[in-house]
């Protein structure tokens, strides 16, 4: 009889044990169990911080903005100028134009027609001197950057690097309208491109390829569709192959899934 008690009593705990570790399992929230693709997380951190601060709100957006003073007539002119380009007093010389804070050139910009016409190409310089944060901009202020816009299309824009062989960026992006500031705009992004990680965020300086497999959209300050595939690498041979996957749940829901190793985990974002 004891015996058979044992029996059953072995069982059941062992049944016990096995619903408790599923029980587990089931209940642990995805967003605790990060860790397994934290590294990968971080490299996309780091490119999304790259595309957002430096080519979509700064490049691309003080292009815009001067692109909406372009266009105006002479009659709206100076009520652009003082909602878009509050800081700057423009400066043209023929079909170059500055954008100056105390007669010094933060923004310079060479170009045929509006941005907004088809087959339009705009060389730009962001001066070294525009931008105090060099964190922030991945050491982009101590040294101009030159970039192109080109309208490749109707409502399409390729964003390039241009003399800068250690971070060479080529994005596209699609608008079904030219806005004034890309802040809060919906649009459509695809391309490709290379970026530096500060040695202070991964630990020793390491460059991230980058390429969309389907395009990413963003929706207000989020992206919400797309895949994108990274490639995080350093001197000493060491790679990070990341994979990202976007998802808008609902309306104010986003999440992204990070495959990592063979690992794919979603966090809220």
């Known amino acids: 009889m004891n015996l ?21 399992c089931e209940t642990e929230p995805e967003e ?14 780091e490119w999304n911080r790259f595309l957002t601060t430096n080519v979509m709100n700064d490049w691309l957006d003080m292009a815009l903005r001067f692109n909406a003073y372009y266009e ?10 003082d909602s878009l380009l509050t800081q700057y007093k423009v400066r043209q010389n023929g079909n170059v134009w500055e954008l100056r804070i105390d007669n010094r050139a933060q923004y310079r910009f060479t170009i045929d027609q509006a941005l907004s016409k088809n087959g339009a190409h705009w060389e730009c310089v ?7 944060d060099a964190t922030a901009n991945y050491g ?27 971070l060479p960026v080529s994005v ?10 890309i802040a809060n705009r919906a649009y459509n ?52 192959p990341v994979k990202v996957a976007f998802n808008q749940s609902n309306d104010n829901y986003y999440t992204l899934s990070i495959t990592y190793r063979g690992v794919t985990e979603t966090y809220n974002h």
């Not at 059953?8 to 062992?14: A, D, I, P, S």
């Not at 980058?210 to 990413?216: A, D, G, K, M, N």
């Open 32 to 45: 605790a169990r990060g860790k397994l693709t934290q590294r990968g997380k971080l490299v996309y951190d």
């Open 189 to 240: 992004l695809l391309g490709e491109g290379r970026l530096l990680l500060p040695a202070a965020t991964y630990g020793s300086d390491c460059f991230v390829n980058f390429s969309t497999i389907y395009p990413l959209e963003h929706t207000l300050r989020q992206w919400s569709s797309g895949v994108l595939q990274l490639q995080a690498y350093n001197l000493h041979g060491d790679t990070i």
């Open 172 to 181: 596209v992006i699609e608008m079904t309208k030219l806005p004034p500031t």
């Open 126 to 132: 962001r001066f070294k001197t525009s931008v105090a």
């Open 72 to 81: 105006a007539d002479e009659a709206h002119k100076i009520a652009v100028e």
């Open 4 to 24: 058979r008690f044992n029996i059953h009593f072995g069982t059941w705990l062992v049944g016990l044990l096995l619903l408790v570790v599923m029980v587990a």
């Open 140 to 166: 982009f202020t101590d040294r101009d950057v030159h970039y192109v816009i080109d309208c490749v299309a109707p409502n399409c824009w390729r964003i390039a690097q241009s003399a800068d062989t250690l």
